[in-house]
Nanobody
């Protein structure tokens, strides 16, 4: 079992920045450095969408809408993933969810955080 706790959301003006954090805790035997971590978001009335993902080897990929503005990283020693969001736009407003794909017996198990609200408004 893996627990994910997000933090860092809030209200910011257009053009501003926020950094989201996702702290993982798990029972012994689970190795954080092997997790594939992701950030997803869901705006009102819309489907949840992938924002960014980072592999166990720290390769990243991003949604086209955030490329050049958002950066995902991880600190394996702290068992934490991050999403640095710059040049925020009103359309970035959503609940942001942390996701972890955890290797388990030859397949992966998905875990989700509770979500953190990001609101971009003047």
């Amino acid at each position: 079992q893996v627990q994910l706790v997000e933090s860092g959301g809030g209200l910011v003006r257009p053009g501003g920045s926020l950094r989201l954090s996702c702290a993982a805790s798990a029972a012994s035997g689970s190795i954080f450095s092997m997790y594939v971590m992701g950030w997803y978001r869901q705006a009102p009335g819309k489907q949840r969408e992938l924002v960014a993902r980072i592999t166990s080897g720290s390769s990243t990929n991003y949604a086209d809408s955030v490329k050049g503005r958002f950066t995902m990283s991880r600190d394996n020693a702290k068992k934490t993933g991050y999403l640095q969001m710059n040049s925020l736009k009103p359309e970035d407003t959503a609940v942001y969810y942390c996701n972890a794909q955890v290797p388990s017996g030859g397949y992966s198990v998905n875990y989700w955080g509770q979500g953190t609200q990001v609101t971009v408004s003047s």
